[in-house]
């Protein structure tokens, strides 16, 4: 089932929580609202599901215009960051929850909760209470009782925000395959961009009540729209007109900014053309991936990501002269650094 | 760290002194006092006509308070706890106010306010309707000084499971009624049951506001707690302490009710 926004926008006194937003979310896709915190996401959501109502815009869920539909109409699953679950009621009545409310006949109720605690992998926990479950359980059972009355669309808010991260990666992977099994429209809401790619079709990029992008997981990441963008979905290297590797370029200007991600900073150890002079000051090792600080000749210190072999190739120690050679930079123009860039206006250039 | 053996025995000799001095023994001398000359005395100084009349008016007044006071708790406990308004403090403070008011205050305001000048007690009285020295005056002063119980034991745990899982009921379908019998109700039920206890204790004990407002006319309008002062003023030493016995074992028997019900329904 499809959900548009169209020209919604919600003030809480004088802040602007959401400013404008348009999104379109395709049937059947999984997208993902992505922003630091207060850009508004959360209250996109909660509008979606009717927990706020919008001061202007309008809502549509499959076609159907919601916007001042009582929530019990609107046909949705919602699943919370701490999950609400009935603390005073089993598992299995927690599932059942909504359709005890729709007085389905007591056979049905049984075997829709069967199926659900096997889709969840759950099955004996019935009749455990919420606090005999560990939080994955936990968030499992809640998205089970949100799926049992079958809604027309899921919407999660931070869902994993709570878990720790191993069983934060196991239920993340989860909920993808659950969705490439069931197919519903779904919403989630995070702040992790790294669980945002992992898991959705699609990225809507927020900040301060507005989409800054919106885009498949590559294409914000390999594309971004402005530099907001560039910087939330990576890590990168910002640097002005008087860094040696922004001067080697000649497209210097005291307006412009270059942006370049570590893992995009290739290291040599003897000089070519072109090649900004560095010394390594700074080594961490992360399992597989090794992040080197570097200092420049202007003593600015940039940020390079490099993996095992290529470390171990390369040799190097603390204090060594390299030689760096950017793969791929992006240029934004300082108008474009209040974060409310157009999207247009950016240039990708290979060096 | 340790605890220091000498201080804490000292420590626990002085609580245990203070509760026995305030508590243990004044109940034991209320039951050996009642009943050290044997169950026929017993009975016999308390099966009187104004004994029982003033039972079955305290029974009356607190049948009448406590479901009041428990629905008015619960929706003061609601505004309270699950909104937030400019003059909520001020309106927990208002709640509060029959804890910080002696009980005398209170049973004057309602002479005032229902006596034959008082600004209501003119009008009552031209419909025919009794309220001072009647159940209607004892109600409302009972209603009174109970007031707060209710409210009091549930903000605080309305406050503390949130708004979560009453949201979460609404996404589910559920309408208004149904997340309150269904989530909120069941939330609260150990707090409200708390607040229905000490209600149900005060309404039952009550002695000045009730005293100014009842007229205290034995065999009329004297509920249990009065016909305590009253025999024990008329040297019915073996009435007064019977009935203070009762009135003791009533609020022992309340008690035991709650811890029963909370085992049997715990997990």
């Known amino acids: 089932m499809s959900i548009t926004v169209s020209q919604v926008s919600k003030k809480f ?44 815009g309008k809502i549509k869920i499959n076609g ?13 699953g ?13 598992v299995r009545r927690n599932i059942s929850f909504g359709l005890d409310i729709r007085k389905k006949s007591p056979q049905a109720i049984k075997q829709r909760v069967n199926e659900l605690l096997e889709l969840i992998q759950l099955q004996g926990f019935g009749d455990r209470y919420p606090s005999q479950l560990s939080g994955g359980q936990r968030q499992r059972v809640a998205l089970a ?19 720790d991260a191993k069983v934060r990666q196991e239920l993340r992977d989860w909920l993808r395959r659950l969705h490439d099994e069931v197919h519903l429209t779904s919403i989630f809401v995070t702040h992790d961009r790294e669980e945002a790619m992992a898991v959705a079709d699609k990225i809507v990029v927020m900040n301060q009540g507005r989409i800054e992008q919106i885009g498949t997981p590559a294409e914000v990441y390999d594309n971004p729209a402005n530099p907001f963008v560039m910087s939330f979905v990576g890590e990168v ?23 370049v991600r570590p893992h995009d900073l290739e290291i040599f150890e003897t000089p070519q053309k072109h090649h900004v002079a560095a010394k390594v000051q700074r080594i961490v090792h992360l399992g597989w991936e090794i992040q080197l600080e570097l200092a420049l000749g202007d003593r600015s210190v940039v940020s390079a990501h490099l993996n095992r072999e290529e470390f171990s190739r390369l040799e190097l120690e603390l204090g060594q002269q390299v030689y760096l050679e950017p793969r791929q930079v992006k240029y934004f123009e300082q108008d474009q650094l209040n974060y409310h860039a157009s999207s247009t206006s950016n240039q990708q250039i290979a060096v | 760290m ?33 009943f050290h000359k044997g169950i026929d005395v017993f009975w016999n100084s308390i099966n009187q006509r104004n004994f029982w009349q003033a039972t079955k008016l305290t029974l009356i007044v607190t049948a009448i308070t406590v479901p009041i006071n428990t629905i008015f708790g619960l929706c003061a406990a609601w505004v309270i706890g699950r909104n937030q308004f400019r003059g909520r403090t001020l309106l927990l403070s208002i709640i509060d106010l029959p804890f910080s008011v002696s009980p005398v205050v209170a049973g004057l305001a309602i002479v005032l306010l229902y006596g034959r000048n008082g600004w209501l007690g003119g009008l009552l009285a031209g419909l025919n309707i009794k309220i001072l020295f009647a159940i209607p005056a004892i109600v409302l002063a009972t209603a009174f000084v109970t007031m707060p119980f209710v409210a009091r034991e549930v903000i605080p745990v309305l406050e503390e499971i949130g708004e979560e899982q009453e949201t979460a009921a609404r996404t589910l379908g559920a309408n208004d009624w149904q997340v309150f019998y269904r989530v909120t109700l069941p939330n609260i039920r150990w707090g409200l049951l708390y607040g229905v206890i000490l209600t149900n204790a005060r309404a039952l004990g009550e002695f000045g506001a009730v005293a100014v407002v009842s007229g205290s006319i034995l065999g009329k309008t004297a ?18 302490f019977g009935s203070a016995a009762i009135l003791a074992l009533i609020g022992a028997l ?14």
Do not use: C
């Not at chain 1, 009782?145 to 878990?163: H, S, T």
């Not at chain 2, 024990?232 to 009435?239: D, S, V």
């Not at chain 2, 811890?259 to 997990?267: A, G």
């Open chain 1, 13 to 56: 006194g004088n802040f602007q929580a959401l400013d404008n937003i348009n999104l379109d979310v395709k049937p059947g896709t999984l997208v993902a609202l992505l922003g630091p915190s207060g850009s508004g996401k959360s209250t996109l959501l909660r509008t979606v599901a009717g927990l706020e109502t919008p001061d202007q």
């Open chain 1, 64 to 76: 159907r215009d919601t916007t001042n539909l009582d929530i019990r109409k609107r046909n949705i």
């Open chain 1, 78 to 90: 919602f699943v919370f960051q701490h999950y609400a679950l009935f603390k005073h009621l089993t």
């Open chain 1, 145 to 163: 009782r949100a799926l049992a009355v079958q809604p027309e669309v899921l919407l999660l808010d931070e869902p994993f925000g709570a878990l």
């Open chain 1, 237 to 259: 290297n910002i640097l002005d007109h008087t860094s040696p590797l922004f001067k080697r370029t000649n497209r210097a200007n005291s307006a412009s900014r270059l942006f």
């Open chain 2, 2 to 34: 340790l605890t220091k053996p000498k201080a804490s025995v000292i420590l626990l000799s002085i609580a245990l002194i203070y509760v026995s001095v305030l508590i243990f023994l004044p109940s034991i001398f209320i039951f050996y006092e009642a």
């Open chain 2, 223 to 240: 509920t249990l707690p009065i016909f305590v002062e009253q025999a024990y003023k008329n040297y019915q030493a073996e009435a007064a």
């Open chain 2, 254 to 267: 309340t008690l035991i009710f709650k811890e029963i019900l909370e085992t049997r329904t715990h997990h």
